[in-house]
């Protein structure tokens, strides 16, 4: 997994921090879900499948949780990231493609993972 840039909060697009707002409110509903049971391995298989069915791609912009280095932008493999990313970043993950059209996230619930998605809107 190649990282060659770290881009700031202010090259997104606008929209992307609107729909992470959005999905972080505990009325929204997720698009998939998958039991916590279902062990590391079908997790993972999960949500590079997930990602995958929204069009996200494998350059992507990825937040990192750092005040001073908020996104990391990474060119990912075809197969086998979730583990990757997972391993370094925690079970919450936040996922934008880098050209800023389609937008992943999972959360790490009590008893489930749960998945959401948002493309960007037209003529944004």
């Known amino acids: 997994m190649r990282c060659p840039d770290y881009p700031g909060a202010a090259d997104l697009p606008a929209w992307i921090p609107a729909k992470i707002d959005e999905f972080t409110r505990t009325d929204s509903v997720p698009a998939t879900a998958i039991s916590e049971e279902a062990g590391p391995e079908r997790v993972n298989a999960w949500l590079e499948a997930f990602a995958h069915g929204q069009g996200l791609g494998t350059h992507v912009l990825l937040r990192t949780g750092m005040a001073f280095f908020p996104w990391l932008e990474c060119q990912l493999p075809e197969s086998g990231w979730a583990t990757i990313v997972r391993g370094a970043l925690g079970d919450d993950l936040f996922v934008a493609s880098a050209d800023g ?10 008893y489930d993972y749960q998945g959401f998605a948002a493309h960007a809107p037209e003529g944004r």
């Open 101 to 110: 059209n389609v937008l992943v996230v999972v959360f790490a619930e009590e």
